[in-house]
């Protein structure tokens, strides 16, 4: 039944919460919450939208890997004969992150001088939503295990209300899953017959399957503010702030399960058969999304320089490891009498909130002719830096969950000129951008007198740290 239910499908979070949306501001590494006005601000800050001047379109595409340091062998039960000695040979079990590559696209367009609307999604491209549990005693990163590989579609809208004073409201969807499994089992087993042949059977018969997949949906709102409409002396600076409520991926699994064992011909045993029901309700919980606000600010030369800064507070307070847990469970059978039961996955973990920190710069060289079929060509230059404290703070004994801070070097590049196919009459750009994460080298204090399941062998820590290479594209023009 629990290989029946992996199949069908952590995470904590996607690629535009950790890279940003968009090669521009993945370039200045994800800041820019005072600033966005395309269609990546549906995800970030739709108060942005409100600035939309022309319709746009962007496509573009990224992908991720990563490298953690090498965890040593730890003790497991290898040989399955449900006993941990050290006769069992070490585990060579190796913590990982799935390459996250994936398309994105967005949409804006303005509605009339004063709002505007927007689109924008994420789709990995290998698959949309990846559902995998991890064992919390062997070395994990549950911020990374799953984290890049869901799809994010978000839209909403924005205006401004008042001179230099815009609002915006979105919508981000994701998904809860419910699944519904009954079956019978019937095993029988009978002596040879007469030519020697065995009499055993097995039947397997799924009865039914169900399957729903409900929308869950968290509010996205922002404001940004033009300070520069409000007194010349503050031309070109802005302030914005964004807030995304929490969400995640719920599954609840729901098995009915009954079990016929017979025996016929043992003895002068009559025909036997022996009926044990096992009820149990498993529930996970993937892809969470934490409360997240992001306050910015950004200041504007002559359309020339461009610095931008944000800060943005995660709260993981409450965040849910995607462990597979028993809810609740039941037998009934002549054979056995169960009244209690247990989990066999005890997790305790304590998580904080955090601040971090992103900032970046971009230069404009000036307009240059280009011809009549180009117009003009502008080149940019952008390069930003990131810090991420980690939230993990402890855990019990039972789990080796790994994580540390974060630091994030960006770098970009970025060409407009005119439409030279005339196909849309507007702008056109060519953005790509890098991006190098590095964790913190620590380690994790793992000792024990005795084989215990995930602890080293030959050593009293597991190491912590490693890198992210971030790399894309994005090609985006006016219509």
């Given amino acids: 039944m629990l290989s029946l ?57 990224s992908g991720a890997a990563a490298r953690f340091e090498p965890s040593p062998p730890v003790w497991w039960d290898t040989d399955r004969d449900g006993l941990l000695t050290s006769d069992d040979p070490p585990l060579d079990w190796q913590p990982e992150m799935p390459p996250a590559v994936g398309l994105q696209l967005a949409l804006a367009r303005q509605i009339g001088s004063r709002f505007g609307i927007g689109a924008v999604a994420y789709v990995p491209t290998s698959t949309l939503i990846r559902f995998r549990t991890f064992e919390p005693a062997l070395p994990t990163y549950p911020l990374w295990e799953n984290r890049l590989n869901r799809f994010v579609l978000t839209a909403g809208f924005g205006g401004e209300i008042a001179p230099g004073l815009q609002l915006g409201v979105a919508v981000d969807l994701l998904a809860k899953v419910d699944v519904d499994v009954v079956a019978t089992v019937e095993a029988r087993a009978a002596p040879p017959d007469t030519t020697g042949s ?100 950004s200041w504007e030369w002559s359309d020339r320089l461009l610095l931008v800064a944000d800060t943005r507070f995660t709260d993981w307070r409450q965040f849910e490891l995607s462990v597979a847990r028993a809810a609740d469970a039941m037998v009934i059978s002549p054979l056995v009498d169960v009244d209690t039961w247990r989990d066999g996955n005890p997790v305790r973990a304590e998580l904080r909130s955090v601040w971090s920190l ?122």
């Fill in 5 to 61: 239910t992996l199949i069908a499908g952590p995470a904590s979070a996607a690629v535009p919460e950790v890279f940003g949306l968009g090669a521009r501001w993945s370039a200045l590494a994800g800041a820019g919450a005072a600033v966005v006005a395309d269609g990546t601000a549906t995800y970030t800050n739709p108060a942005g939208l409100a600035g939309v001047e022309r319709p746009q379109a962007s496509l573009g595409l």
């Fill in 198 to 297: 065995s009499q055993d059977d097995l039947v397997v018969d799924f009865h039914t399957v169900d399957l729903d997949v409900k929308p869950a949906l968290a509010p996205v709102v922002g404001l940004q503010l033009d300070l520069g409409e409000w007194s010349s002396a503050l031309r070109g600076l802005r302030l914005g702030a964004g807030y995304h409520a929490p969400v995640g991926l719920p599954l609840v699994v729901r098995a009915d399960i009954q079990a016929n064992l017979g025996l016929e011909g043992v003895g002068e045993l009559d025909p036997y058969v022996a009926a044990v029901v096992a009820t149990s309700e498993l529930v996970l919980f993937d892809h969470y999304v934490p409360p997240r606000l992001q306050l910015g600010a």
């Fill in 358 to 479: 992103r900032c970046g710069t971009e230069v404009w060289s000036p307009e240059w002719d280009a011809g009549r079929r180009f117009r003009y060509l502008r080149l940019a230059g952008r390069a930003g830096l990131g810090l991420e404290p980690s939230p993990l703070v402890s855990q019990g004994p039972s789990t080796a969950l790994l994580d540390s801070a974060r630091v994030m070097m960006t770098a970009g590049m970025g060409m407009e000129t005119w439409d030279p196919l005339g196909l849309t009459d507007g702008a056109m750009r060519l953005d790509v951008f890098g991006q190098v994460h590095v964790l913190a080298t620590s380690s994790l204090p793992r000792t024990s007198a005795a084989p215990r399941a995930g602890y080293p062998v030959a050593s009293d820590r597991i190491p912590v740290g490693g890198r992210i290479l971030v790399a894309g594209g994005q090609w985006s023009f006016d219509y």
